[in-house]
């Protein structure tokens, strides 16, 4: 159940990548960037499926992820592991870009100016959903 539910995140996290992608493409960064942060926070959520762990219900998980490559450290791939400084980053900077991002029509921020958060975190989103689907894959043949 818990491996079926992992992949299941995961296919999603992928999708929401995909919507990312296609947001960028056309110039909507601000969809982009709302989009990468749910890539990554639904990945990882799938990586503590996996493990075993009921996850939170909220956006900002990284307590959880850090606890979790804290107390099973041994039964993550050394990749994820000595990623952990690189996810932790990209969804804390991704947490905090997401607001924003979702409200510029409330706020003095333009669209456009969100180009350069978006390309940068895109390359960091794309790592992180392979780092995940790495550990989810190892994790579900257990």
Same mark, same amino acid.
């Given at each position: ?68 490559? *804290?107390?099973?450290? @041994?039964?993550?791939? =050394? ?5 952990? %400084?690189?996810? $932790?980053?990209?969804? &804390? ?8 991002a979702g409200y510029t029509f409330s706020s003095n921020i333009k669209i456009a100016d969100l180009e350069g958060d978006?390309? *940068?975190?895109?390359? @960091?989103?794309?790592? =992180? ?5 790495? %550990?989810?894959? $190892?994790?579900?043949? &257990?």
């Amino acid at each position: 159940m818990e491996g079926k539910a992992a992949l299941d995140a995961l296919g999603d996290a992928a999708r929401w990548l995909n919507s990312a992608k296609r947001s960028g493409e056309s110039g909507d960064y601000n969809l982009g960037i709302y989009a990468l942060e749910m890539s990554v926070e639904i990945a990882l959520k799938g990586v503590l499926i996996a493990l075993g762990i009921d996850y939170p219900k909220v956006h900002d998980i990284l307590p959880s992820v850090r606890l979790a490559i *804290k107390e099973y450290k @041994s039964k993550l791939p =050394t990749i994820f592991v000595n990623n952990e %400084a690189f996810i $932790l980053d990209t969804l &804390r900077e991704l947490l905090k870009l997401r607001g924003p991002a979702g409200y510029t029509f409330s706020s003095n921020i333009k669209i456009a100016d969100l180009e350069g958060d978006y390309k *940068k975190y895109l390359s @960091s989103s794309v790592k =992180t959903l392979e780092l995940c689907k790495n %550990a989810i894959g $190892l994790l579900s043949k &257990r």
